[in-house]
Nanobody, 127 residues
């Protein structure tokens, strides 16, 4: 079992920044690829970003490329999502998730490939 706890959400004005953190406990964090997803009211949960277990490869949703950066610190059992130039359409509950290692961005974009999920943290961007 892996337990994931997100933090760092909040209310920010458009153009602002937030950094989300997700800290893992339980089984070896470094064994898992990590992803961030988000879900806005009335919408399906969608992929935002992912990082492979060693941190060498990252993948992003097109609309966040150049604005968001995913990173991980295996020594701290933590994955981060740095979000800059935030827009009102980024408003959602953000979830981190852990997946067994897979191949390529298409693998990490699929929610069904993730075995463990955090409880989510709310991000609200005002216009």
């Amino acid at each position: 079992q892996v337990q994931l706890v997100e933090s760092g959400g909040g209310l920010v004005q458009a153009g602002g920044s937030l950094r989300l953190s997700c800290t893992a406990s339980g089984r070896a964090f470094s064994r898992y690829g990590m992803g961030w997803f988000r879900q806005a009211p009335g919408k399906e949960r969608e992929f935002v970003a992912a990082v492979t277990l060693n941190g060498f490869s990252t993948y992003y949703k097109d609309s966040v490329k150049g604005r968001f950066t995913i990173s991980r610190d295996n020594a701290k059992n933590t994955v981060y999502l740095q979000m800059n130039s935030l827009k009102p359409e980024d408003t959602a509950v953000y979830y981190c998730a852990a997946a067994d290692p897979g191949m390529g961005g298409s693998y990490y974009q699929k929610t069904q490939n993730y075995d463990y999920w955090g409880q989510g943290t709310q991000v609200t961007v005002s216009s």
